[in-house]
């Protein structure tokens, strides 16, 4: 059964960080990307950043030079460091992991930024 467990959401002002973790097991086919998504109230999912098969990162606009992905491959879990964050990223963040014969998502965890 496949697992995707995140951590990390919270409470934070305005300028604060916070470090998300998704950690996956259960899943056996080699994962090709892994990432963070996002939804705000009222809008649809966005990507925050991801990491691709090949290796190379991409960010959404709005994040560059704020938030940082990393990963743990022995561990099967994937960051998300947020710094500088704004009331503007307030949302449910996702965790994504893309294997060739599906698509998995964590449960989401509420990332509220106060101003």
């Known amino acids: 059964q496949v697992q995707l467990v995140e951590s990390g959401g919270g409470l934070v002002q305005a300028g604060g960080s916070l470090r998300l973790s998704c950690a996956v097991s259960g899943i056996f086919f080699s994962i090709n990307d892994m990432g963070w998504y996002r939804q705000a109230p009222g809008k649809q999912r966005e990507l925050v950043a991801t990491?691709?098969?090949?290796?190379?990162?991409n960010y959404a606009d709005s994040v560059k030079g704020r938030f940082t992905i990393s990963r743990d491959n022995a561990k099967r879990t994937v960051y998300l460091q947020m710094n500088s964050l704004k009331p503007e990223d307030t949302a449910v963040y996702y965790c994504?992991?893309?294997?060739?014969?599906?698509?998995?998502w964590g449960q989401g965890t509420q990332v509220t930024v106060s101003s």
């Open positions: 990491f691709t098969s090949g290796g190379s990162t």
């Open positions: 994504n992991f893309v294997t060739v014969v599906a698509v998995y």
